[in-house]
């Protein structure tokens, strides 16, 4: 889900990331067994004291709104920027429970939704988990209930210790496995052709290398074009895989296999990819990620907008 505030400040401070590391990773610990009412209540007011004081990240949450939402008021953008701003935080808390917490909790504060018997084919699978805060505990809860072997692509964190805590958590259920994002495509391909699912998160601007300007809400975003690619050498079926938050905990929404999907048109699947997601977003707006530079490559010769 990004980085986290903790991360972010380990890569402004790294002698302070450190120490803040291991005391992130200890608090969530003891925090585990509280009432998901008062961890969503703490999550709240942690994102509510972020929106005045985070002004660099509130200022990329509302370009990005800005430039995918122009028909909306400024009033509306800044409700929804605000209330992403509490709903990180509240899925950050939530990391407590699904990671640490009795695995009852998770059969108890998940449901899975939708064509879930797609996930119990043997059959390699990439799912594509778009960057909804719930996306931690939809993987999570897959892994405990569908999948037997899994794997996803994971970003090397600065801080040692919260790199050590997130790669654990995602590793909890299940035979999941890490890989590096260095390490290229050969054992993604690998992985799939050996019959594991792979978890997939390919919308965020990974910058221009290997990527290609597709429509993002009509403003041409730099997009890796993982998911048909993965499919395609993968010999692997693409299945949408949403996470919504709910009052009760999450939603997992499970859909139907692309069909026909991918085609020998990259350009065309990777724009098709990002046109099925803001279908999603435009139902659940302030679940998105939109702290995340998504326009911070931009083609030759157009200005940057943040």
């Not at 920027?81 to 899925?91: D, E, H, L, P, T």
């Not at 978890?199 to 048909?228: C, H, K, R, W």
């Not at 938050?245 to 939603?251: D, L, P, S």
């Amino acid at each position: 889900m990004g980085e986290s505030p903790c991360a972010q400040a380990a890569k402004a401070d790294p002698a302070r990331g450190r120490w803040t590391g291991r005391l992130v990773v200890r608090l969530m610990r003891l925090i585990a067994p509280l009432p998901l009412p008062v961890l969503r209540g703490a999550g709240w007011l942690l994102g509510s004291l972020c929106w005045p004081l985070a002004r660099g990240r509130r200022h990329v949450a509302l370009v990005n709104l800005r430039l995918c939402f122009p028909q909306w008021s400024e009033k509306r953008r800044r409700q929804v920027a605000r209330q992403s701003f509490i709903c990180f935080f509240q899925a950050f808390l939530d990391r407590a429970w699904v990671w640490h917490g009795a695995p009852r909790l998770l059969l108890e504060r998940v449901r899975i939704t939708g064509q879930a018997d797609e996930l119990r084919r043997p059959e390699a699978a990439v799912l594509f988990a778009p960057h909804f805060y719930g996306m931690d505990a939809g993987g999570s809860a897959i892994m405990q209930r569908l999948i037997q072997r899994g794997c996803t692509i994971y970003t090397i964190q600065r801080d040692a210790a919260l790199d050590a805590w997130m790669r654990q958590g995602r590793q909890r259920f299940g035979d999941v496995q890490p890989l590096n994002r260095e390490d290229g495509v050969k054992p993604v391909i690998k992985a799939l052709r050996g019959g594991r699912y792979l978890y997939l998160l390919p919308d965020m601007n990974f910058g221009p290398q290997e990527s290609i300007f597709v429509p993002f809400y009509g403003v041409p975003a730099a997009t890796v074009p993982s998911l048909p690619r993965f499919a395609r050498l993968g010999r692997a079926r693409v299945i949408p895989v949403i996470t919504r938050m709910t009052a009760a905990g999450y939603e997992v929404q499970v859909h139907a296999p692309w069909q026909g999907y991918p085609t020998d048109d990259v350009q065309a699947d990777t724009a098709l990819m990002n046109e099925r997601l803001q279908e999603w977003i435009n139902a659940m707006p302030e679940q998105y990620y939109w702290v995340h530079k998504r326009f911070k490559t931009r083609p030759e010769g157009e200005p940057p907008v943040y």
